[in-house]
């Protein structure tokens, strides 16, 4: 039988490999109801190649227009549209690759409506871990990661006892400024900021490497999703990307998972999983021709970001929520030229400092702290 599947995110990075996923596994997926943001010309290639029943876009005005091209197909908008996609009634799992916390009211439906999750979107594990997971444990549904680095650790981990993990180690490209002085990023462009040395991605998450604030979000995912404390949680830069994260156990060994940097592995092992299917036209890894890896050990002066999120991770609570909402907010105004590269960390860390820490908010404090934290960045800046 055919996995049913709901994709938020369909026009973007993850969203197009998770359809290029669908299209070469055609006869294990169905896509029954997707999401888009404002690219509308990208979805209605979408809903002509895969005839989703569902389909949800940002604006009320581009669902009345869609609804007069697609008659048959169902039209919803906005955060309500996320969510009806999310839960759509005959879906099992929920491919989330929406950008930023807006992905965490849908994952949480999704969740209690008893949708196993493939999640890309990052932040919303940030900014509300702890209701992501205790509803997945309550709901009995799977949280499988597609981001990179969490599939390889999820790889390392299978069949081990988490309570035998010394550590877990993450690898980081170094992104587009890796080899400058943070003195030389006083004048960086936001184009070469763009320009990711080894994977190509959507703007916001190629900023995020830039400033390391990427690895910073992944830090907080692993523990979010392995309950690795966080001490127990290293970064090391590997400017390859071809080894994708790694397990050391008590007894010393480690276990790492190699791959050429493609986000088709992780997204189609998350999809049918714990099956290892065939890929037709991937390039395959080949060590003899790369020759060489390297690592370096992580700066947290130079890599500023990262250490911000090491510390939101160890206050916890609300501290990751405002962290998060305040890194999305600084990109926002880096992407539009209203702030240089950085001062994304001078707000994210301004924000940090002017927050009172709730230990375990619920998800109407998580939104409202979200908000706020937003408006009073852009509100300074705009
Ligand atoms: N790209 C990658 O290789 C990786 C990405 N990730 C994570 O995956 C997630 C997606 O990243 P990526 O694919 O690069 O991002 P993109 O910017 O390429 O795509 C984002 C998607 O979300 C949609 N979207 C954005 N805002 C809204 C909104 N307010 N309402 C509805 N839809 C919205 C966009 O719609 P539209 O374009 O139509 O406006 C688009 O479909 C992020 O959390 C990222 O950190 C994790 C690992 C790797
Ligand atoms: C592909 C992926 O998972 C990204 O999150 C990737 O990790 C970005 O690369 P760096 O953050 O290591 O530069
Ligand atoms: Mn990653």
Redesign the pocket.
């Known amino acids: 039988m055919k996995k049913k599947l709901s994709l ?10 998770t359809l290029d996923v669908i299209r070469e596994h055609s006869e294990r997926l169905q896509l029954e109801a997707v ?6 010309k ?2 209605r290639n979408v809903i002509q190649e895969f005839s989703p029943k569902l389909v ?3 604006l009320e005005q581009d669902a009345l227009t869609l609804q007069r091209e697609f008659p048959k197909v169902d039209f919803s908008y ?2 309500q ?2 969510i009806d996609v999310a839960t759509y009634s005959t879906t099992d799992t929920l491919v ?5 916390s ?2 965490l009211p849908a994952t949480l439906k999704a969740i209690e409506s008893g949708k196993h999750i493939a999640l ?5 594990l940030v900014t509300a871990g702890h209701l992501v997971m205790e509803a997945a444990k309550k709901h009995q549904v799977t949280i499988l990661p ?4 969490h599939s390889a650790l999820f790889q390392a981990l299978n069949g081990e006892k988490l309570e035998q993990v010394d550590r877990l180690i993450l690898t980081a490209s170094g992104g587009s400024f890796r080899d400058k002085s943070r003195e030389d990023l006083s004048n960086v462009s936001l184009q070469d900021a763009l320009n990711h040395p080894n ?8 900023i ?1 490497s830039a400033t390391m604030m ?1 690895k910073g ?1 992944e830090v907080i995912e692993a523990h979010v999703l392995f309950g690795i404390p966080y001490d127990q949680i290293d970064v090391v830069l590997h400017r390859e990307s071809i080894i994708h994260s790694l397990v050391e156990f008590q007894d010393t060994s480690v276990m790492a998972q190699l791959g050429t940097p493609d ?1 088709r592995v ?1 997204i189609q092992y998350a999809l049918t999983y714990p099956d290892r299917l065939p890929r037709k036209e991937a390039k395959r890894l080949n060590l003899v021709e790369i020759g060489k890896l390297h690592f370096e050990e992580m700066n947290l002066e130079r890599f500023k970001a990262l250490r911000l999120a090491y510390d939101a991770g160890r206050v916890g609570g609300s501290m990751t929520t405002v962290m998060n909402a305040a890194n999305e907010s600084a990109v926002k105004l880096f992407l539009q030229e209203k702030i240089s590269f950085l001062e994304i960390d001078e707000v994210i860390e301004r924000a940090m400092m002017s927050h009172g820490t709730i230990a375990a908010p619920d998800l109407d404090t998580i939104l409202e702290i979200d908000a706020v934290t937003r408006k009073s960045i852009e509100n300074v800046i705009n």
């Open positions: 938020l995110g369909s026009t973007g990075s993850i969203g197009i490999q999401s888009a943001g404002e690219n509308i990208e979805l949800s876009v940002k906005g955060s549209g996320l989330n690759a929406v950008l930023g807006v992905g890309a979107n990052k932040e919303t597609v981001d990179s680095e994977w190509s991605m959507g703007a916001k998450i190629t995020d990427n979000l986000m992780p």
